[in-house]
């Protein structure tokens, strides 16, 4: 624990800082399912196994070998990015609900395996994990991710995926290898899930397979949907709604979800596309800040 926590505990509850922290950590996770789904266009509904390896890989380092932290929780990321090179090899040469699906049942075999395997404390969970996860540490790995992604979408890789996105067959057509650009976003994506388990692992000091079912998986491809497809900052913002929702809404407890509910349809009624599906933030600053220089400046003479 940082001194940032023990500094914040003295004015916040505890159990806000906590949110704060999951928030955080949902933040990475649907930001590299956001690679994925919104910037390739590929559906998948096994993310949160992504997030189970590098959470079990990174805390059995730990346990086992006591490595630093930050070397178990990188460890993590590459063991999840092996895996989705795993899955997306064969997987990729499906498309649509058939990839949806395929993903699906990984993370459902991935479940299964972890429940039975003695190492991973099967059915019982993997209890001891030292915690490690700082606030601080969560967000500047935030702000990494968000800084990563964005220079990823606008490089030549970031293009290609939007090109096999937006019609693959025309991609193919001109030049873009698609199954090795969809296999190398799998990858990256999956990589920031395993950097997310391992933040979750080392902040909850316990892991239990049930934790990365199907509906963490929905959940996150939620934020992802909710956000807007393809749109980082709605990305953040639909994680931050759905996030935080849930708990501004305790107080009225027994229609708490039908409430959250009620917002998801009133959303999808009104903004089909997201929140902030179609509009590009960075251009948005930018024309705005241009229009402001142009409106202050005063003619020569």
């Not at 390739?40 to 990174?58: C, E, N, P, R």
């Not at 407890?253 to 929140?275: A, C, K, N, Q």
Request: charged share 15%.
């Amino acid at each position: 624990m940082s001194m940032l926590d023990d500094f914040l505990r003295q004015f916040i509850n505890p159990y806000y800082i906590q949110v704060l922290m999951l928030l955080g950590i949902y933040l990475i996770a649907a930001l590299g399912l956001h690679l994925i789904t919104g910037v390739t266009g590929q559906l998948s509904f096994g993310h949160a196994a992504f997030m189970s390896v590098g959470a079990y890989g990174a805390a059995l380092i730990n346990l086992h070998l006591d490595l630093p932290f930050l070397i178990c929780l990188l460890a993590g990321g590459l063991l999840a990015a092996l895996a989705g090179v795993f899955v997306g090899f064969p997987s990729m040469r499906l498309a649509g609900d058939y990839l949806g699906i395929a993903t699906l049942g990984f993370g459902e075999i991935l479940r299964v395996v972890f429940m039975n395997l003695e190492i991973t404390g099967g059915a019982r969970g993997l209890a001891g994990i030292p915690r490690e996860t700082s606030l601080l540490t969560i967000y500047v790995l935030v702000i990494l991710t968000i800084f990563a992604l964005h220079r990823l979408q606008n490089s030549r890789f970031g293009r290609a995926l939007v090109a096999i996105r937006e019609d693959e067959i025309a991609a193919e057509c001109m030049g873009i290898k698609s199954l090795w650009y969809k296999v190398g976003a799998f990858a990256i994506g999956s990589f920031f899930a395993g950097i997310a388990g391992g933040l979750y692992a080392h902040l909850l000091q316990y892991l239990n397979p049930g934790d990365f079912g199907f509906a963490r998986s929905f959940e996150l491809l939620c934020f992802v949907v909710l956000g807007g497809l393809g749109s980082i900052p709605g990305t953040v913002l639909g994680t931050t709604i759905l996030t935080l929702a849930p708990e501004v809404l305790r107080f009225s407890s027994e229609y708490r979800m039908m409430m959250y509910g009620l917002l998801m349809v009133i959303m999808m009624i009104f903004r089909p596309r997201g929140l902030l599906g179609g509009v590009d933030l960075m251009r948005l600053v930018k024309r705005v800040l241009g229009s402001r220089r142009r409106g202050t400046a005063t003619p020569a003479g």
